[in-house]
């Protein structure tokens, strides 16, 4: 089993920033694909970035895309999730993601039925 769990939410204004953490323990491995998605009020959960093992072996959704950076360190465990240029539809419950299946990594990292260890979620807030 793998535990996550998510910090670094907040309420923060329009074209702020946030970094949000994503410590892992139990059976890890550093061959774990981990993600970040988020939920808003009254919507489906959404991919919003992955990484996988390898240096630059990075996937985002096109509304974060050169906003947000996904960033793993391997030997603290732990992934983070780096929110500048934030906006009011960026508010959510975020939510980190660690997958154990996914031999190569692919776009089906986007996949939220890819992952297999799921945090609490973090929520994000974002005032304009």
């Known amino acids: 089993q793998v535990q996550l769990v998510e910090s670094g939410g907040g309420l923060v204004q329009a074209g702020g920033s946030l970094r949000l953490s994503c410590a892992a323990s139990?059976?890890?491995?550093?061959?774990?694909?981990l993600g970040w998605f988020r939920q808003a009020p009254g919507k489906e959960r959404e991919f919003v970035a992955a990484?996988?093992?390898?240096?630059?072996?990075?996937i985002y959704t096109d509304s974060v895309k050169g906003r947000f950076t996904i960033s793993r360190d391997n030997a603290k465990n732990t992934v983070h999730l780096q929110m500048n240029s934030l906006k009011p539809e960026d508010t959510a419950v975020y939510y980190c993601?660690?997958?154990?299946?996914?031999?190569?990594?692919?776009?089906?990292?986007?996949?939220?039925?890819?992952?297999?260890?799921w945090g609490q979620g973090t929520q994000v807030t974002v005032s304009s």
């Open positions: 993601a660690a997958s154990r299946s996914m031999v190569v990594f692919t776009t089906r990292a986007s996949r939220s039925n890819e992952y297999d260890y």
């Open positions: 990484a996988g093992w390898s240096r630059g072996s990075t």
């Open positions: 139990g059976r890890t491995s550093s061959r774990d694909v």
